[in-house]
């Protein structure tokens, strides 16, 4: 299976502060997107990110979230200013063509207190 | 939006009884995947149905994906302590429009195996 590096595994902070979750997927797939889980419950999606632009986004993804690609193949994911329910597992994926299997990193668990 | 229900919740079984979640959706879907998520894992692809009526086999596990494609089913056989995790049905959205291939995953079902 292809390699979806995510950093940090673990990542505390508090509330009110920036964090910015980092992936790293393989640089020839196209289309590259965020998912969060929340302990215990689904898999939720959050935003794709296609042709190094948003591409979609859910409702979830508000104006305190952001994503960018800066040097072509880290893929970061911004949360300007964290809440205690941004507490969740983060996951990175990505996938090569539209109709084929997603990836997902081994994911960033976020805890803000 | 497009919402898939997944059933049961949890599932306990003894080692080498059979196990059987189920997903449905209110809507047609064009395809369904999947995902096995083991505890502290992360989501892992497993399948893709796309055809009304099909039916895929990975050895002890067989996929299948209803005649309206409204809904869709995974049975384990003889399960084993290494099936344990949580399985999640996902409908990738239809092609064209607005979507860029976001899945819309059911709530999963966990799967304890007691050996």
């Known amino acids: 299976e292809p390699e979806v590096t995510q950093t940090p595994s673990h990542q505390v902070t508090q509330m009110g502060q920036e964090v910015i979750l980092r992936c790293v997927p393989i640089s020839n797939h196209l289309y590259f997107y965020w998912y969060r889980q929340i302990l215990g419950q689904k898999v939720e999606f959050l935003v794709s990110f296609y042709n190094n632009e948003i591409s979609e986004k859910s409702e979830i993804f508000d104006d305190q979230f952001s994503v960018e690609r800066p040097d072509g193949s880290n893929f970061t994911l911004k949360i300007r200013s964290t809440k205690l329910e941004d507490s969740a597992m983060y996951f990175c994926?990505?996938?090569?063509?539209?109709?084929?299997?997603?990836?997902f990193g081994q994911g960033t668990r976020l805890t803000v207190v | 939006g497009q919402q898939v229900m997944q059933i049961p919740q949890y599932q306990h079984v003894q080692e080498g009884e059979d196990f059987t979640t189920y997903c449905n959706s209110s809507t047609t879907l064009s395809n369904i995947q999947w995902y096995k998520q083991r505890p502290g894992g992360h989501p892992v692809f497993l399948i893709q149905l796309v055809k009304s009526g099909e039916v895929k086999k990975q050895k002890r596990l067989t996929f299948q994906f209803g005649e309206a494609k409204k809904n869709s089913s995974l049975h384990i056989t003889a399960t084993q302590t290494t099936d344990v995790g949580t399985y999640f049905c996902a409908a990738l959205a239809n092609a064209g429009g607005t979507s860029y291939g976001k899945l819309t995953f059911g709530q999963g079902t966990i799967l304890t195996v007691h050996p």
């Open positions: 994926a990505r996938r090569q063509g539209y109709w084929t299997e997603a990836f």
